[in-house]
């Protein structure tokens, strides 16, 4: 099982390939793996023992960040995406970034997000569409519509808990979607980068 990978000088955390989502663009459907990484489809997922166990068997040398990100959307675990957070952090320098659709309190209702201070260094999430129903066309979250104002309140109140917030739109939506995801980041204060939709590591959450 692939639970820890390099990818662009960073380390990739795999604890899940758990999704309440069904993106059009995700790289899930194009292949098994990262370049030329093992398969990220784990056979089952991880118990916290076994992350610790491939943590500490990891090539660690000069890596400054984890980035959880996995075959899956990470928080569907979040649990043990803390746990693991807070292990990296114990045992390592590295910063910690989640990439994430921002869905945490609608898969897990009491989660608090404040459990994330000190925990997560940054947030990347996923913005994706202008409006609620491209949002729901494009990512097709089992929530339906209501999923697009979740996931915009999730990264409003991140970026208000000073953690490093920035949203990403991949670039199968067209040229005035992407005007309109701009103005509402830009809105929010909050850095939006636009992604092609090729075989990259962060294309699938
Ligand atoms: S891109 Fe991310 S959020 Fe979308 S289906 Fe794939 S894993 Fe889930």
Redesign the pocket.
Known sequence: MTIFYKFGGKMYVNITNG?????V?????NGDSIEDNDSLWLEREPSFEEICAAFDKFDKAGISEAVFC????PTVRVETLIKTAEYIKDNSDMNVRV???G?VRLVHKDFDIMRFKGVVDSFSI?L?APNAKRYNEV???RFGEPAFDEMLSFSREVKDMGIETSFTVVDIITAEETAECEKIAAGMGIPLRVRAYVTDNE???
């Open positions: 999704c309440p989502c069904d993106c663009f995700c790289i899930r459907k996995g075959y899956g959307e990439n994430t659709n869905l996923s994706n990512t097709r979250p294309s699938y959450t």
